[in-house]
């Protein structure tokens, strides 16, 4: 056990990381790795106090999530070299896990997450209940059907990792300083912070939280409310079991789904750990009301036995020979939970240089991979790939203290569920943060849940089997889509789209600022277009809808999940540049209603005087007007391609504007319709979407959004340079449009792409969005594939739960939108609907 002398040793630093468990440490190593100098770890007490100490270090390549799997394979093969480069032992099993399946649905669950693996290089394979018995020789294979094997898991000694990269950060030259409590932070109208210690102040250029539970206390010292919570985590040790000890090679992990517990060896014993349903659980209230006990380092709770029972008979029926072994020791100790029990890993909205690595429910297995993402974004000024689920500005001030424990709950008793598509979870429902329209819409509709908000997914009608119905096949939501999606082609169709992120934009710079985030012109005044913000290596960070309302005021629009996450980049962009803009964000005040369909105008021309013909109202313009005497600012445009306007108005005229709308559109046969409508009409369109088509992993040339790239205006946007090398080099990859011959299964995203070479059938890229294109009676993908298979005619395959279906590129988009077949027309050809 090392000792550490408390001082500061200096008064100024670059970065200044506040907690030293795993994360925290990890992040301090890579940080002075990558040759930063001044980095100055401060932790309250000594290293690995808190969550870290008593975790049960289980690692493992799988996540359902896809840029995740990245963080566990960095963390995997550090970790498996970290004793090399630093001396230190770090006590690394990798006898590999298994997940097993017991239920039909559970066997589903693990095709679906193979086709998500194929295209990504960790090894995972699903494998038969022979091989799983040949692997873990003491289960009961009764109700075993497959497993999903991933050779390369284990476990490591939580101590002996964090002390390792803790001897790395020094060597590297970080300053690690315990124990130093820091009790006041202070942001200089610089931008950079005062630090305060019972030791003394340090000046640092930008801080860390990584304080794990602790990590509310820190964020409360600048005014921030961080949604965590801590759950009472406990885990087993038995004393040796003969059966165990007899074995010539250590078991690999398995993780009981059903029985929603993890089981592995502990020496010749064994280490097992449930996670316990959402009213047995319990979370650790009193220290988020009244911050965590001082003094509290490396203490355990009581432990409960009889909280666990039933998960303890579940592992004694799957693995008989625990029924005989004595349980010499129980943990019961504090895990941080976020509502979502994904961490909050990046720069936070609202205050400058405060970089947040907390709420991390799996920090062992995180901890490697994080610190490296958190230290490439620190210091190259862009994430280094996409992980917006992980974003700390995806949740705002609608994330009570209740919701944060409502779904601590909800996540800690669903970690072993099912994981469907399209998942929806309920605990905490609605927030605060409700639409105008939701008291009227919401026993008419299935809704979804969108930062905050709730959204309807699609709508109800008499004999339709309602409610939230999971499945990774069509399932009851199917044929009513189709209804929505044939009520916007041929009537016209109502959507409620308030959840958008909007700010407006205005000030002597404002032109000038825009012109240097967008990659695209900047709109005339009363017109509108589509831009895209890119990262200085020329990836795709957000995409907003701008619109030039008076000279120089704008109003920018953006999707729900990214509403704080581009403000920050906006507001980072204004500080850094020196602009004189004021932005203020309106997401909560403003109701957007859209109206789409053939008879668009025609209903909305009854309400107003204003002239809404085409030659009037033109595609892409926007203009303040009355509809039934409320103020609305219309754009005319629709992400269903179809005519349409998107209303904004204030919250509070939501309702009386909807109800003047469908009176209006009676004769018309208006109707309401949900996202999943939407995402139809936009697919089949062949429209992008951020967070699939493009993100930090795409360029907008192969994700085919040149037309929105203007690389001849005259300002130096940011990304400008990057992308002419990128146009210079050409393309790697390009996106293309797909069918696919499917039955009862639909694509989602994410599905391994297969093609047929002369020597085998192999993985060559990825699909990043699909679904039933009710149009075209068939599936309908956009994927990622190289250049020389990117040509029209390619036929490929696309996998779904297990199996290759055929699939062809085909000319984009499927529909013309309806711009373009007015534009033919005029012309006098015939476009194809």
Not at 505 to 518: A, E, I, M, N, Q
Request: charged share 25%.
């Amino acid at each position: 056990k090392e000792t550490s002398s408390p001082s500061l040793g200096k008064d100024r630093a670059d970065t200044v990381i506040i907690g030293g468990g795993c994360v925290g440490v990890s992040l301090a190593y890579h940080l002075a790795k990558a040759g930063l100098k001044d980095v100055v770890l401060l932790e309250k007490s000594e290293l690995t106090a808190g969550s870290t100490w008593h975790a049960a270090g289980l690692t493992t390549y799988f996540h359902p999530g896809i840029n995740l799997k990245k963080i566990h394979a960095y963390s995997i093969k550090l970790y498996a070299k970290l004793e090399e480069e630093t001396g230190q032992p770090v006590g690394f099993h990798q006898p590999g896990s298994i997940r097993i399946a017991s239920t039909p649905t559970r066997v589903d669950e693990f095709k679906y997450q193979m086709t998500r693996a194929g295209w990504h290089p960790t090894e995972q394979y699903l494998i038969t209940p022979e091989k799983v018995q040949e692997l873990f020789p003491l289960l009961n294979m009764d109700k075993v059907l497959a497993g999903l094997y991933n050779p390369g898991d284990g476990h490591i000694d939580p101590y002996s990792l964090t002390m390792a990269l803790a001897a790395g950060a020094r060597k590297y030259g970080a300053q690690l300083n315990y124990p130093v409590q820091v009790t006041n932070l202070n942001s200089r109208s610089d931008g950079t912070w005062e630090v305060e210690t019972p030791l003394g102040t340090i000046q640092a250029k930008r801080i860390v939280n990584t304080a794990g539970f602790w990590a509310r206390d820190i964020g409360k010292m600048i005014g921030l409310q961080h949604p965590l919570i801590p759950v009472h985590h406990q885990y087993v040790v038995t004393s040796t079991v003969p059966e165990v000890k007899a074995l010539k090679t250590e078991l690999p992990v398995i993780r009981d789904l059903e029985g929603s517990y993890y089981l592995r060896q502990e020496r010749d014993g064994l280490l097992f750990g449930p996670y316990e349903s959402e009213e047995k659980m319990k979370l650790q209230e009193s220290w988020v009301t009244n911050g965590v006990p001082p003094g509290f380092g490396k203490e355990l709770f009581e432990s409960d036995l009889d909280r666990i029972m039933e998960h303890i008979e579940a592992a004694m029926e799957m693995v008989p020979v625990l029924r005989k072994a004595d349980i010499v020791n129980t943990i019961a100790g504090p895990i941080t939970y976020s509502p979502d029990i994904l961490p909050m890993v990046g720069p936070h909205q609202g205050v400058r240089n405060y970089w947040v690595a907390i709420g991390f429910g799996y920090g062992i297995i995180h901890a490697g991979g994080m610190g490296k993402y958190l230290s490439d974004w620190i210091l190259e000024g862009e994430p280094p790939f996409d992980l917006i689920e992980v974003d700390p500005n995806r949740y705002g001030k609608w994330t009570t203290t209740e919701y944060t424990a409502a779904k601590a709950r909800e996540s800690y008793g669903f970690n072993n569920i099912v994981g469907y598509p399209k998942e929806e979870r309920f605990a905490g429902r609605p927030t605060e943060r409700t639409t105008g329209l939701y008291d009227l819409m919401k026993s008419k509709c299935s809704m979804g849940f969108h930062a905050g908000w709730e959204q309807p997914h699609w709508f109800y009608k008499p004999g339709d089997e309602t409610g939230y119905k999971p499945s990774f096949r069509r399932t009851n939501w199917f044929d009513p889509v189709g209804r929505e999606y044939k009520q916007v082609m041929e009537k016209v169709g109502v959507i409620d789209l308030s959840p958008f992120g909007k700010f407006k934009v205005k000030g002597t710079d404002s032109v000038k600022l825009l012109d240097h985030l967008f990659a695209n012109v900047v709109p005339k005044v009363g017109s509108t277009n589509i831009s895209h913000m890119l990262t200085p290596r020329g990836k795709v960070y957000a995409e907003l809808t701008v619109s030039q309302l008076y000279p120089g005021e704008f109003m920018l629009v953006t999707g729900s999940g990214s509403e704080l996450h581009d403000l920050r980049w906006i507001e980072e962009k204004v500080t850094r540049g020196g602009y004189k803009v004021e932005i203020e964000n309106m997401t909560d005040e403003m109701g957007v209603l859209s109206v789409a369909g053939p008879y668009a105008r025609q209903v909305l021309q009854k309400l107003t005087n204003e002239d809404l013909s085409d030659a009037s109202f033109k595609f892409l313009q926007c203009r303040h007007l009355k509809l039934s005497n409320i103020a609305v600012t219309a754009i005319r445009i629709s992400y269903t391609g179809e005519l349409g306007w998107e209303l904004y108005h204030r919250k509070e005229d939501s309702v009386p504007l909807y109800s003047a709308i469908m009176e209006a559109g009676q004769k018309e046969g208006i109707d309401d319709f949900g996202t999943y409508a939407l995402n139809a009409l936009r697919l089949e369109k062949g429209f992008r979407a951020w967070g699939a088509e493009m993100n930090c992993d795409t360029n907008p040339l192969e994700a085919g959004l040149e037309y929105f790239v203007k690389l001849n205006k005259a300002a130096d946007f940011t990304g400008k340079q990057a992308l002419k090398q990128i146009k210079e080099k050409g393309l790697k990859r390009q996106l293309v449009y797909l069918t696919l011959e499917t039955d009862n299964v639909d694509p989602e995203g994410n599905e391994s792409v297969w093609h047929n070479g002369k020597a085998r059938t192999i993985v060559i890229g990825n699909t990043t969005s699909g679904c039933f294109s009710y149009g075209a009676q068939q599936s309908l993908a956009f994927a990622y594939v190289p250049m020389e298979l990117s040509k029209v005619g390619q036929k490929l395959e696309v996998e779904l739960l297990g199996k290759n279906y055929p699939a062809t590129i085909i000319q984009e988009p499927l529909v013309l939108t309806e711009p373009t077949r007015m534009r033919l027309q005029r012309k006098g050809e015939s476009p194809k609907i």
